[in-house]
């Protein structure tokens, strides 16, 4: 008892054929493909459906998975008038798990945890969850629900209904580049709290409602939106070392540096350094990148510490236009389809997940009369 790995630090809890992390060559592969790779071959919709059913699509079958999810894309009216009712100072990541919750009680198959149920569900989830979030952004900004145009791609049709336009190929590009990068991450602590919620065979809708709750922290998906957040206090390059130092001299945390597995480099950064680069280079704004780089050199030189992939994506969003708000919300936009992938996993072999604890409280007592 007196082994507790506080955190779970380095215990490995089950198996998995999802994705792998491997530190030590800086790699990162959803079911065997190194997420590079996909992310340069591949688009979006190609990496849910190889996350989702283990193997990349052929034509036929990508053509399939890409209806399903476009003729599951509307959300109800009463899901719409909820969303435009949300308390206007509520946060997206709050509505929107609210209003994944509240997509259970619609859901037709809510209580039918058969692998069939799970993966129609898992489709309608990914094919909703991006119009809930853009519908959240416009309602957000005072503007009018903009529905889903079953004409465009994913990516496409999420620029469409935030903004009523889409924006050029390489902005495309790099917003299919960061949903590829966040679509799975093995078992971090989101991805873990959805597989400890159906662990007790609860269901789908339940383990990702309670996903959002656990991505919503700043040590976690939260720290996208703190990264932008930063960016923005620092306002130019040459403030940006002492920005760093003064933090590090209050002993503060400097979000979107670090990592729980990745101790040395985060496998996904460059990737999303070269499309935030390429982002930059086509709004014609030169300083953000180099504000990023004063930071990231500043924390290797004082920390050691290297950028993770909120890093790069926080300010790839904000120069795509998105609400620093709604940073993590787009990050769910992409992380369900792995969501769903473990949830389905966890079924298919479950064991309830029930940890133990070491008492260390008020000895035993009796109540007293007096
Ligand atoms: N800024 C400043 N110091 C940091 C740091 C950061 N972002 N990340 C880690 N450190 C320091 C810790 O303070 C600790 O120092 P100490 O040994 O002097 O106490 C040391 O590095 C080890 O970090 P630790 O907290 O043990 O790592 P962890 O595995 O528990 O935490 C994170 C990992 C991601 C939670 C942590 O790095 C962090 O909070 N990062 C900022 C939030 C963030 O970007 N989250 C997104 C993760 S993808």
Same mark, same amino acid.
Request: overall charge positive.
């Given at each position: ?24 060559i800086n790699s990162l592969t ?22 989702? *059913? ?75 969850? +991006? ?16 529905d889903p145009n079953n004409d465009?791609?994913?990516?496409? *049709?999420? $620029? ?31 991805? $873990? ?19 959002? !709750? ?11 939106? !703190? ?12 403030? !940006?070392?002492? $920005? ?35 982002? !930059? ?65 966890? $079924? ?8 133990? +604890? ?13």
């Open positions: 008892m007196s082994d507790i790995k506080k955190g779970l630090i380095g215990v490995i809890s089950d198996e998995t054929k999802v994705s792998e992390v491997m530190p030590e959803y079911r065997g493909y190194a997420v590079q790779d996909l992310c340069e071959n591949c688009k979006f919709e190609e990496v849910a459906y190889l996350i989702l *059913n283990n193997d990349l699509p052929n034509k036929k079958q990508l053509k399939d998975f890409e209806n399903q999810e476009k003729i599951n894309r509307s959300i109800s009216n009463n899901l719409k008038n909820i969303i435009r009712n949300y308390p206007k100072n509520a946060h997206p990541m709050d509505t929107t798990r609210t209003s994944v919750s509240y997509m259970g009680l619609e859901d037709p198959e809510v209580n039918n945890n058969s692998p069939e149920a799970n993966y129609r569900k898992s489709i309608r989830l990914m094919a909703k969850m +991006s119009t809930i979030v853009a519908a959240s952004f416009r309602v957000k900004r005072g503007e009018n629900i903009i465009l791609g994913f990516c496409e *049709n999420f $620029f469409h209904m935030c903004f009523g336009k889409i924006p050029s190929k390489e902005v495309v590009k790099a917003f299919d580049a960061s949903m590829t990068l966040y679509a799975e991450h093995s078992f971090n602590a989101s991805t $873990f709290t959805s597989r400890v919620i159906s662990s007790s065979l609860s269901d789908l809708h339940g383990a990702i409602t309670g996903a959002i !709750a656990s991505l919503k922290g700043p040590l976690h998906g939260g720290a996208n939106e !703190a990264v932008a957040h930063m960016i923005k206090e620092v306002g130019s390059a040459d403030k !940006a070392k002492d $920005f760093i130092l003064s933090k590090i001299k209050k002993k503060q945390l400097i979000m979107g540096f670090g990592h729980r597995v990745y101790r040395n480099g985060d496998s996904r950064v460059p990737t999303m350094t070269k499309y935030y680069h390429k982002t !930059a280079k086509y709004y014609q704004n030169t300083e953000l990148p180099k504000i990023s780089k004063v930071l990231e050199d500043t924390m290797l030189k004082e920390k050691n510490i290297k950028p993770n992939l909120d890093f790069p994506a926080g300010p790839t969003y904000y120069l795509m236009g998105f609400d620093i708000d709604f940073f993590t919300p787009i990050f769910i936009v992409s992380r369900i389809t792995g969501w769903c992938a473990h949830v389905m996993e966890q $079924f298919e072999n479950n064991k309830l997940i029930r940890p133990l +604890s070491k008492y260390i409280g008020e000895p035993l007592r009796k109540v007293s009369n007096n």
